[in-house]
């Protein structure tokens, strides 16, 4: 069973510019979860999808940041006009809802974005 | 907002020591769980505890869930150099019977030195 994966693992990009991530759950798993964490904090949450439903996005999550799940397995995490402050470590988790460990999220290694 | 405060921030340790890192909340959570990262990775999940007053034993690492289930505590016995990393605890509130987001403390920064 492999863990999840997060493509890629880094990123560098100039300001303005577009970037998206992909993330790939472990594969049974139904909840999908985005996290953002910047140095010397723990991550916080973006948004998470059960199946390919979108079921909350924090206000963290800018109307620059969209996230998608097209079928319910892998998910995108793209972000417009990148600024600065949107450098951080981008990190994606899944869990099983209704299995009996429902309660763990495991996370991939992270995209580290960093904005120039 | 539920907030999850640890302490102490950072540690610095010899090989062979104890050490206690808490993690505390005014809010009640359904579970709590205990992760480790290692620097430019993501976190690897520890150990999950549900229950008030629960404690795990994972070789040298103790977890203990407070009984009003706000607050959290990992012992380490022994510190080993291949221990050092950030402990981070998150809690999580379960809507409908299931988990829900996760509410990370800061971490505490754990070096061990030989």
């Known amino acids: 069973d492999t863990g999840v994966s997060q493509d890629p693992r880094h990123k560098i990009t100039k300001r303005g510019q577009n970037v998206t991530f992909r993330c790939d759950p472990i594969?049974?798993?139904?909840?999908l979860y985005w996290y953002r964490q910047t140095l010397g904090q723990g991550p916080e949450f973006l948004t998470y999808f059960q199946n390919e439903a979108q079921l909350e996005k924090s206000r963290l999550l800018s109307d620059r940041f969209s996230a998608e799940r097209p079928k319910g397995s892998f998910s995108t995490l793209e972000i417009q006009r990148t600024e600065q402050g949107d450098s951080a470590m981008y990190l994606c988790?899944?869990?099983?809802?209704?299995?009996?460990?429902?309660?763990?999220?495991?996370f991939g290694p992270g995209t580290r974005l960093t904005v120039t | 907002t539920q907030l999850l405060e640890q302490s102490p921030q950072f540690l610095s340790i010899q090989e062979g020591e104890n050490l206690t890192v808490y993690c505390n909340s005014s809010s009640v959570f359904s579970s709590l769980q205990w992760y480790r990262q290692e620097p430019g990775e993501g976190p690897v999940l520890l150990v999950t505890?549900?229950?008030?007053?629960e404690v795990k034993k994972l070789k040298r690492l103790t977890f203990q869930f407070g009984d009003a289930r706000k607050d959290s505590s990992l012992h380490i016995t022994a510190a080993q150099p291949g221990d050092t990393g950030l402990y981070l605890c998150?809690?999580?509130?379960?809507?409908?019977?299931?988990?829900?987001?996760?509410?990370f403390g800061k971490g505490t920064l754990l070096t061990v030195n030989p």
């Open positions: 594969s049974e798993h139904n909840r």
């Open positions: 505890v549900v229950t008030g007053g």
């Open positions: 988790a899944s869990s099983l809802l209704g299995g009996g460990d429902s309660y763990e999220q495991y």
């Open positions: 998150a809690g999580a509130v379960a809507r409908g019977g299931s988990n829900y987001k996760l509410t």
